[in-house]
């Protein structure tokens, strides 16, 4: 799950993460990028360790503006 620093709407989310992570480069596979209702955006993955490549790369060219969590 991502989620805004600064309470920006799921649809700006999905744009810097479009704008800023390439999955492709990084070798993840994203099934789907869901908005919920309280502002988070779910990204799900095939594999536990597609997360753990995904949520680093995330946090280092996006950390300044959003926050992952990974339940």
């Known amino acids: 799950m991502v989620k805004s620093k600064s309470d920006q709407s799921p649809e700006t989310i999905r744009s810097i993460l479009k704008s800023k992570i390439n999955p492709a480069d990084i070798k993840v596979g994203i099934k ?3 908005s919920l209702r309280d502002g ?3 990204i ?7 997360t753990n490549l995904l949520s680093p790369n995330i946090n280092g060219k ?6 992952v969590n990974v339940p």
């Open 44 to 50: 799900e993955v095939g594999s536990a360790d597609e």
């Open 62 to 67: 996006c950390g300044e503006v959003l926050e």
């Open 40 to 42: 988070r955006v779910l």
């Open 32 to 34: 789907s990028l869901k």
